[in-house]
Every structure is written in C-alpha cells, then in structure tokens.
C-alpha cells in the first residue's frame, strides 16, 4: 500500500514538472511571438458627428530587433484601413544601430491610414532622444511632445490630440472639443484633470497574467493602471498590451497585440 502511495505520488509530481516546463516554453517562445489585433468600441457624446465610426488603430511598445516581424505588423495595420494610426511610445529598448535605424523608418513611412499618424516619446525613446526624433522627421508621423494637434475633418468641429511627455499642461486641452490624450505610462492618467480619452502603452499588460489575479509584472509607471480598460471619474483609460518585449522576452496568457478602436457618439 505504501509502495502503491509513493508510485502516485512520483507520477503526480512527474505530471506537475511536465506542465510546468510546458508552461515555462509556451511563455518563452510561442506566447511572446505574433500577435492579436483586439477591436473595441468606444461611445462619447463630444465625438463630432461627422466623426461616427472614426477607426483609431494603436500599436506601443516595438522594442524593434532582428526577431520582429515587422512585415507581418505592417500588413495587419494597413489591413485596418484606419482613419488615424497612433503609437504610444518606445521604438527601440537599446541604442539603434544605423540598419536598425533605417529598418524602422521604412516600415513607418509604409504605414497608411486616411488621416493623421501621431507618436509619442516613451521612456526607452528619451534615452536615445535625438535618434529618436531624427526618426520621426524623416517620416510622415506627427510627433508630440507635450503637445498638441487640432484633427479637422470635412470642416467640422475639430478632435484634439493632446501628446504627453512628462508634463500635463492643462492649456493643450479644450473644453469645447474631444480630448484624445496619449500617454506612454498609464499611470499619468492621475495628472489629468480634464476630461479626456486617453490611450497608453507601456505596461505591457503586466507580460505574466494569471486568471483572475492580473498582470503581475508592475513596472514603474504602470504600477496602477496596467489591464486594458479603467473609467477613472470623467476619463477612460485603454492601454496596449505592446507588441515587444522590454527586458526578458517572456509572455504568458498575455499575447502582444494591436488596438483598433471605433469611436462612436452616444
């Protein structure tokens, strides 16, 4: 009886390493390649009329190197035939070499969309500032850096796009017009006393989520806010789970991902 006890016993804890190493490979090499493009439907009574239906894609958080499938991520974002493409933030998570330079550029001026591209700086970007911004001149993306942009469309009430570095400057907003606010690091959010639609990277969706706990890598700056979605007072928040890796090239239950949102007015 003890013999047939200990003969279980091994066999359950054989079964547990088997799941546990598959887990473990699942997390490094399939879950943190490819991606999912999630598609979301948001409602706002400023949303200019002739606005209805607006396609905002949203891609964050590249962290570019030879293992991106850049092809692939371009294909997809035209596929959208989005109105306006955004990125949140954070090309590169080391010094770009000049082909690595040259590499991004390409693919960015190969993005289409039928209205405005716009960037932001995120905090890997402000490393390497100057390359960074480089980059962007040499493409067709607006960057902002705690900045703003009016987006004018058949002669309407425009929507304005508020670009946040690191300073919350309450005169880039409206109190006549849609805010659109985008953020590298969600947690800015707190700094922003207008009402807004704020969009966001970084977090990366908290890269190991466990079913019904979350997210449980909590860099700074995204310590608060790290899932897809928060209604904080008169602001909603929606943050890209990103499409690289920052540090350690490991996902689990957490695949990489672009945002296609569809603005509606209420």
């Avoid at 546990?20 to 943190?32: A, M």
């Avoid at 700086?121 to 980059?135: F, P, Q, R, V, W």
């Avoid at 239950?253 to 296609?260: A, G, M, Q, R």
């Amino acid at each position: 009886m003890e013999k047939e006890k200990k003969h279980i016993g091994i066999k359950i804890l054989f079964i547990f390493i088997i799941i546990l190493v598959l887990i473990i490979l699942y997390g490094r090499y399939i879950n943190p390649y490819g991606f999912k493009v999630k598609e979301i439907a948001i409602t706002n009574n400023l949303l200019p009329s002739s606005y209805n239906g607006l396609k905002i894609a949203q891609f964050s958080d590249l962290f570019y190197n030879e293992e991106t499938d850049l092809d692939n991520i371009t294909k997809e974002l035209n596929k959208l035939n989005a109105d306006i493409i955004i990125f949140t933030g954070d090309l590169f998570n080391h010094k770009p070499s000049d082909k690595e330079i040259e590499t991004v550029t390409k693919y960015l001026n190969e993005l289409n969309c039928r209205l405005k591209k716009i960037a932001i700086l995120g905090d890997n970007d402000l490393k390497y500032l100057d390359t960074i911004k480089d980059i962007y001149a040499n493409t067709d993306f607006i960057l902002l850096d705690n900045e703003n942009t009016l987006l004018y469309y058949e002669n309407s009430t425009p929507i304005n796009f508020i670009g946040i570095t690191d300073n919350v400057d309450e005169n880039l907003y409206s109190n006549d017009y849609l805010n659109i606010t985008l953020i590298h690091q969600p947690d800015l959010v707190t700094k922003i006393n207008k009402p807004s639609l704020v969009f966001a990277g970084h977090s990366l969706g908290g890269q190991i989520k466990i079913p019904f706990i979350g997210g449980l890598i909590k860099k700074e700056g995204a310590k608060t806010y790290l899932d897809s979605h928060y209604k904080i007072n008169d602001k909603d928040l929606y943050i890209s789970n990103g499409l690289g890796n920052e540090k350690i090239t490991f996902r689990l239950f957490n695949t990489p991902s672009i945002n296609l949102y569809r603005l509606y007015n209420k």
